[in-house]
C-alpha cells in the first residue's frame, strides 16, 4: 500500500492509497481529489495537476525533466522549490507516506 | 473495392474471434447528420471492427482509442492521419512535419510547439483574450438576435488568434476555407473531399505566403517558430511548415468548439443557469462541450507491423481508424455519457486527442473557450434558438453551418 496525503489549501488533509495507478496524479484522479484539474490527461502538456512537495519529500523525488521544468512556469499558481507536476510521478512504494500540498487555484 | 478484404482470409486463422465488418459509412452525409446510432453500433460490435466500405479497421471504444493514441510506434501518423496511405499515395499537400511525423523527427518538431504555444506564453495573451471576449458578447447583447456560428463562434476566435499568430490583416478570409480542406482531406475520397481539394489553389497559396517569415509580425506565434530556427531547433526551411501548422488546426477546431458549447447550453438550459450560479464553471463547461460534441471527430493511424489490439490481429500497413466522437461517449468509462453536466471530470477524455500527437494548441483553445463561456456566465441570462439549426458537413469535424439564437442579458 502507497499512501499519499494532500493538504487542501484550507488545511483539510486527504489520505489516498495510491494503490496500483501508475501516476500521482491518476490516483488523484481515481479518488476524485479536487484541485486535480489534469486537464491534459497527464500528458505533460498543461501543468494543472500542480502540487507542493512536503516535508523533507522533495530530495527524494526523482528529478524532474527540462519538460516539467518549462511547464512549471506557467503553472496558474506560484511557483514555489518545492514545485512539481503529480503527471510526472510515478507511484512507487518508495513514495508511501508522501505528503503533497495543494495550490489554490490550477488554472 | 472488395469488400472481403484481406481481414477475413488472414485474421480469422490467426484469431478465433474474427474482426466483425460492419457497413457503416462514417464519412457520409447521413451518418454525420446523426452519428449516435452507428457510433454506438461501432462500439458494441467488438473492441475492433472492420469497416467495408473504406477496407479500414476501427476502433470506437474508449480503452481502445486510447490504447492506439498511446502506441505511436506501432500506430503510425507519418504515413498520414488520413484515410490516404502516404508509403502508397503522393499527399495532396506536403505532409505537416508534427501531424503527419513519428519520432524522432515528431520529437524535435513537437518540442518547437511546445515552447512556442506553453502555458508560460499563454499566461500572458490571458488578458487581451479575455478582454475581446467581453467585447464581444458586449456587441452581442446589445444585437440580440444573431447567428451564434458566424457572429460568434467564428468571429470571436477570429477576432483574436490570427494577431497572435501575427498575420496580416489581407487574405485572412482564406484562412477558414483552408482549415476546412486540411479536415475534408483526411478523409475518404468522397465527394467532400474531392471538391475540397479541387478547390484548395487559393487558400493553398495564401497559407504557404502566409508562412514565409517576413510575412509574420514580431512577437507572434509564428515569428517564435521561425526564431527556434536561429538557435537550430529547427532548419530554416521548417519554419514555414510548421506556422501552417498553427494555421491549419488553429481556428476552425476553436470556431467547432465554441459552437458546441454554445449549442450545449442553448439545448441544455439548466446548465446555463449552474453556470451563471457559478462561473468558475466556464472552463469545465467548454472542456465537456469538447468531449460532448468532439469537434474533431475521428483520425486514423497507420500500422507499422503486424499487431494486436486487444487480442484482436492486425496485419503491417493498415489502416486504424479511432473514433475519438465515440470514445468520448463510451458509456464503459462515462457515466451517463450522453448528458452534457458542466461539473463532470473531464480529465482523460480524447476531444483533444492523447500520447504524443495530443493537440498542441490545446492551451489556446481551452483559454478561448474558458473566456468566452465566463463572458456569458456573467452577462446572460438565457440563450434561447431563434431559427433552423443547419449542419456544416466535413469528413473529419463536427459543428454547426448556422446556430440562430436569441440572447437576453441577465
Redesign the interface.
Known amino acids: 500500500m502507497t499512501t499519499i496525503t494532500f493538504i487542501h489549501p484550507d488545511g483539510r488533509r486527504e489520505r489516498i492509497d495510491a494503490g496500483a495507478a501508475e501516476t500521482v496524479m491518476l490516483a488523484a ?1 481515481s479518488h ?1 481529489v479536487a484541485g486535480i ?5 497527464g ?1 505533460a ?3 494543472t495537476c500542480h502540487v507542493y512537495v512536503e516535508g523533507g519529500w522533495p530530495d527524494r523525488l526523482p528529478v524532474m525533466t527540462s ?1 516539467e521544468d ?2 512549471l ?4 499558481a506560484e511557483r514555489l522549490p518545492n514545485s512539481r507536476l503529480s503527471c510526472q510521478m510515478r507511484v512507487t512504494p518508495e513514495l508511501d507516506g508522501l505528503e503533497l500540498r495543494l495550490p489554490d487555484r490550477q ?1 | 473495392m472488395n469488400p472481403q478484404g484481406f481481414s477475413e482470409s488472414t485474421n480469422a486463422l490467426k484469431h478465433p474471434a474474427a474482426i466483425p465488418h460492419l457497413d457503416v459509412d462514417p464519412f457520409a452525409i447521413d451518418f454525420f447528420k446523426d452519428p449516435y446510432p452507428d457510433q454506438e453500433r461501432l462500439r458494441e460490435a467488438a473492441p475492433v471492427v472492420y469497416l467495408d466500405k473504406w477496407n479500414v479497421f476501427g476502433v470506437a471504444r474508449y480503452a481502445e482509442v486510447h490504447a492506439v493514441l498511446n502506441d505511436p510506434l506501432t500506430f503510425c501518423s507519418g504515413r498520414g492521419v488520413g484515410l490516404s496511405d502516404f508509403a502508397k499515395e503522393k499527399p495532396w499537400r506536403p505532409p505537416s512535419l508534427i501531424l503527419e511525423a513519428d519520432p524522432p523527427m515528431h520529437t524535435r518538431t513537437r518540442a518547437v510547439l511546445s515552447k512556442v504555444l506553453s502555458p508560460a506564453v499563454i499566461k500572458q495573451i490571458r488578458d487581451r483574450f479575455a478582454a475581446a471576449a467581453e467585447a464581444k458578447i458586449d456587441e452581442l447583447l446589445q444585437r440580440g438576435t444573431f447567428d451564434a456560428v458566424a457572429d460568434l463562434a467564428e468571429a470571436y476566435p477570429l477576432s483574436v488568434f490570427p494577431d497572435a499568430v501575427g498575420l496580416r490583416r489581407e487574405g485572412r478570409e482564406h484562412l477558414l476555407p483552408y482549415a476546412a480542406v486540411a479536415f475534408n482531406a483526411f478523409g475518404p475520397p468522397n465527394e467532400l473531399r474531392q471538391t475540397a481539394i479541387e478547390g484548395s489553389a487559393p487558400h493553398q497559396a495564401y497559407v504557404a505566403e502566409q508562412c514565409q517569415r517576413n510575412n509574420l509580425a514580431p512577437g507572434g506565434f509564428g515569428a517564435c517558430v521561425h526564431a527556434l530556427a536561429d538557435t537550430g531547433e529547427i532548419t530554416v526551411t521548417e519554419g514555414p511548415l510548421l506556422v501552417r501548422s498553427l494555421l491549419s488546426a488553429g481556428l476552425d477546431t476553436t470556431v467547432n468548439g465554441i459552437g458546441a458549447a454554445i449549442y450545449c447550453l442553448a439545448r441544455f438550459p439548466e446548465e446555463l443557469v449552474r453556470l451563471r450560479r457559478d462561473p468558475t464553471f466556464a472552463r469545465n463547461a467548454f472542456e465537456e462541450a469538447v468531449r460532448f460534441e468532439s469537434p474533431v471527430q475521428t483520425f486514423f493511424r497507420t500500422t507499422t507491423r503486424d499487431t494486436e489490439i486487444s487480442g484482436y490481429h492486425i496485419d503491417e500497413g493498415q489502416k486504424v481508424l479511432m473514433f475519438l466522437g465515440a470514445a468520448n461517449r463510451d458509456p464503459r468509462r462515462w457515466e451517463d455519457p450522453d448528458r452534457y453536466d458542466i461539473t463532470r471530470k473531464t480529465s482523460g477524455h480524447v476531444g483533444f486527442g492523447a500520447g504524443i500527437h495530443m493537440c498542441a494548441g490545446q492551451l489556446v483553445a481551452r483559454l478561448e473557450g474558458e473566456v468566452v463561456l465566463a463572458a456569458i456566465a456573467r452577462k446572460v441570462e438565457a440563450i434561447e434558438i431563434a431559427g433552423p439549426v443547419k449542419r456544416r458537413y466535413n469528413n473529419t469535424l463536427r459543428g454547426l453551418e448556422s446556430l440562430p439564437v436569441t440572447i437576453r442579458p441577465v
Open positions: 484522479a476524485g484539474l489534469a486537464e491534459c490527461g500528458n502538456m498543461c501543468a519538460e518549462a511547464l512556469d506557467g503553472a496558474a488554472t
